[in-house]
């Protein structure tokens, strides 16, 4: 493997633009037909008012993405199995780490000179970005650039002036003795779209912010905190602005940008405790995409003492959840972004021994379906689907294997009054005389993540 990386990089661009070219001449018909129904970003410049780069992608009209972590970006063979899905199948898209919550940048040779400073490019995960960004092109893959934001240890330990502080003195830490900087900084703000705009240059034709959030603490740990600069403006306001302005300095490009969120976001009212407010943030971001992986939910929330179990319920509810908050955001005259789940593409051994395979993946497809919503991203934390294959439809849109083996798709009738509070007071004020579980309350703390819980195996927004 690690020869036939470093031979790989020796390759100049355009030869590997060749030799994926020559890959993709054998692609079926129906792969190529995935792009037919695809368009431009709602609101997008004309091609002739963007920004120049390298040649686009045209954006799917119904995204169905895979993640890829960094590491597996920067492998020719993982590439090449996850080119081998997407060929064969309705991945249409990849969202690609650029920066990850240690800091680090995934590609090679920055221009950014705080991202120098600090160390950022010390460690690229990837040194073929550009041409990997090709070979996506050539495969009709829509490239998602994935950057963490306000989770920056090194940032914060380099330049502690751009940290949370302690309200003690000093710079505040996490549970886990970690740094974060503070989401209120302008400087945290332009250097994370300074990246933004090299992953845009360098052919990425989308920006997904993630950890575009404060830290989810106990309030002890809350109250410790302190945010130089923050004045009265509150949390949720601070990050539907950072997303606002982010948009403005990156419109040129005409890339969508879009938002994760914790899932319990769709049913909490408020922010979450983490500046996660749903109405806020659907009316600004392109596209919003909760986190709804059963394993994250905490017993008794939805009326289910088992989460994890019930994939196709969990996420049917979120989504019912969100998908009606949003309508009422745009009959209220705002536009809104598109509501785009994350799914829980692996299993939670640290939870039970209920094993997430083709079935429950399936199911969970089916439920963003069923709420009427019609794109998807899976999450694993490896990058590994081979697994799931059965569960996903051929590019022509045929019958996965599950369904030609007889799957049948759920019939499940959404009970409203296991709904957000806010949706149930609106429905049948009579009848909303309280939360079904503890977790409906507005000022109920987002679920905490089981202690022993492997961090590898998680993905948190």
């Not at 659907?282 to 989460?307: E, T």
Request: proline share 10%.
């Amino acid at each position: 493997m690690t020869a036939l990386r470093a031979g790989f990089r020796t390759l100049p661009r355009a030869a590997l633009l060749a030799c994926a070219l020559a890959a993709c001449s054998g692609r079926p018909d129906a792969a190529r037909r995935k792009d037919a129904a695809s368009a431009a970003a709602p609101g997008a410049p004309s091609d002739s008012a963007r920004k120049p780069g390298p040649p686009r992608t045209p954006r799917p009209d119904s995204l169905r993405a895979l993640y890829v972590n960094g590491w597996a970006a920067g492998s020719h063979a993982r590439m090449a199995e996850l080119l081998r899905i997407a060929d064969s199948t309705e991945v249409n898209a990849f969202v690609v780490d650029v920066k990850e919550s240690d800091t680090y940048l995934s590609y090679a040779r920055t221009e950014i000179p705080l991202a120098k400073e600090i160390g950022a490019d010390q460690r690229p995960a990837s040194r073929w970005f550009p041409a990997l960004l090709d070979t996506l092109r050539a495969h009709h893959v829509y490239p998602i650039a994935r950057i963490v934001v306000f989770k920056d240890r090194m940032l914060a330990e380099r330049r502690p002036e751009m940290a949370i502080r302690h309200v003690n003195g000093g710079v505040w830490k996490d549970q886990k003795g970690k740094p974060w900087v503070n989401p209120y900084d302008r400087r945290v703000w332009n250097y994370n779209v300074a990246i933004a705009r090299e992953a845009l240059e360098m052919g990425f034709q989308e920006v997904q912010w993630d950890y575009v959030r404060f830290p989810d603490v106990v309030p002890a740990l809350q109250r410790t905190m302190a945010f130089p600069g923050a004045g009265a403006t509150t949390k949720a306001d601070n990050i539907h602005d950072f997303i606002a302005y982010s948009k403005q300095q990156l419109a040129p490009y005409g890339a969508p940008i879009t938002a994760d969120v914790f899932g319990l976001s769709t049913h909490l009212e408020g922010d979450v405790g983490i500046g996660q407010n749903w109405e806020k943030i659907v009316s600004v971001a392109d596209a919003v995409q909760p986190m709804v992986y059963p394993s994250h939910y905490f017993a008794g929330m939805y009326g289910f003492q088992q989460p994890n179990q019930h994939p196709f319920e969990f996420v049917r509810l979120a989504m019912e959840d969100a998908a009606v908050r949003t309508r009422w955001v745009r009959e209220s005259g705002r536009r809104t972004g598109e509501v785009i789940p994350w799914l829980q593409a692996f299993s939670a051994p640290w939870l039970d021994d209920f094993t997430y395979g083709p079935v429950q993946l399936r199911q969970q497809i089916q439920a963003t379906y069923d709420a009427g919503l019609k794109s998807w991203i899976l999450w694993n934390p490896g990058s590994r689907y081979d697994i799931y294959l059965p569960a996903l439809r051929p590019a022509s849109g045929a019958p996965s294997a599950l369904e030609r083996g007889g799957w049948k798709p759920p019939r499940w009738p959404v009970p409203r009054n296991r709904l957000s509070l806010m949706i149930r007071h609106r429905e049948s004020p009579a009848k909303a005389t309280g939360p079904a579980t503890d977790s409906a309350h507005p000022s109920a703390a987002p679920p905490r993540r089981p202690a022993q819980a492997p961090t590898s195996a998680l993905r948190k927004p």
